[in-house]
């Protein structure tokens, strides 16, 4: 059974552990660990077996939250110097390393990922927090000279950015730690106050995490976590105490967030599933490597996952043959397990789905390279369609994206075919290109609709250290290390008149 173990003492105040082994956890609101008179289950992906529960919050729970934050938290964090919050940032990644067994084991159980996952994934936590002083080249201001035209003679401006307030972080469960560090650490570091609406079926490293912040010394009403469904949240995400919303997650819940939250900052990283395109002089093997892990890492529960490969004709048969042999080299299953590189998906629903994009491919033409079978509730082999191209924006994959890994290979004449049939998708996050014509690289690297292009290597945003985020359906803004600070934060301009004070003697 996946069931969590005993966290660390420096945990030990914010859960119970029940009869039946289920860890019962309180959630943090602006410095007071409270619990609530509903719980929800919290499922294992491995399972489906309950290992967590956590507060439902009710709504005037969240109000009086936000109240605090609002008339407090938000100057308790901006009136902390900059210098000292980097400290606590520097202080929490300390933490974070000390207990990242905890992290780990609750990743493994709560996400289903593998250990090494697991460790990858608290390792870029530590970095992003580490690297908050590169975010902070970007909170300078500017000085403006008066005397560039008649109107401001005799009067200069500084251009300064100020935190917006409060910003409410919406976070997906493919990285239940990592993006709520990475929008904890750009929205702070501007001096706003934070609340954090972890995913439901992952909030239980917000929880933890947390409890770092607090021993760290972050200002206490600067922070919440807010344990409800989604399906509630349009109070807050209306609410006039809110400046912005940082969401990631489907590019339909975004529209629906940016539809009930009105006039505020948006900071929104949507739906994708990647395109791979690759030339004739690519090389096939090391293509194939660098795809499938593209599209089976974190069983391509990724926005950045690859789902398309588009081959000319002069690679296609040996790209082919050499993508089937690398599938065959993924072994799925618990991810507890040696040798295990790809678990479970978090839910049986997106499985359900899989299925009927599975066979809505092969109804339209599409024949099984490998996988297309379902595994379990929560398990399917990966898997590789080959599709006609004059078929694929048929597919109910080309239409959507499927969370997990199958991806759809397709043989072009020409690298303008391939860009035509990659930007003829709602989706535009990212793309891969494989191959060494620069020429050819440059005209893809140029007409791709898409807000960032790896050149071979497979996709994959990290900490951020180079800005990612979509264009079309695929989200508003950037996230990125001294790039996101700019939706976080508003320009300020002060104006010093001097007129007839002597300052300047102009000709």
Known sequence: MAKLSELSNEF????TVETDGVFDFKTYLNGTWTSSKEFDEIKSPIDLEVFARVPRLNYEMVDLTLQTIHNKGKWEIRDMPGEKRLEVFHKIAELLDKFRQDFVNVLVIGNGKTPSAANGEV??????LKRADLDVRKLYG?????????????????IRREPLGVVLAITPFNYPLFDVVNKFVYSTVAGNAFVVKPASSTPVPAILFARLAELAGFPRESLAVITLPGREMDKIVQDKR?????FTGSTE????VMKVGGVKQYVMELGGGDSAIVMSDADPKASAQRIVMGVTSYSGQRCDSIKFIFAEGGVYDRLKAELVEEFKKIKVGDPRQDGVSMGPIIDSKTVDEFQFAVEDAVKKGGVILYGGKRLGP???EPTLIEVDKEKIKDLYLYKKEVFLSIAVLVKVNSVDEAIT??????YGLDAAIFGNDINKIRKAMRLLEVGAVYINDFPRHGI???PFGGRKDSGIGREGIGYTIEYVTAYKTIVYNYKGKGVWEYM
Do not use: C, M, Q
């Open 242 to 246: 809110v400046s912005v919303i940082s």
């Open 123 to 128: 390792n870029a936590s530590i970095e992003r």
């Open 421 to 426: 049939l990659s930007n003829g998708r709602r």
């Open 12 to 15: 030990k105040d914010i859960y």
């Open 142 to 158: 500017e000085y403006v000279p008066g005397d560039w035209s008649s109107e401001s003679l005799e009067a200069e401006a500084i």
């Open 253 to 256: 819940t975004g529209e629906h």
């Open 378 to 380: 929560t398990y399917i």
């Open 464 to 466: 951020g250290y180079f």
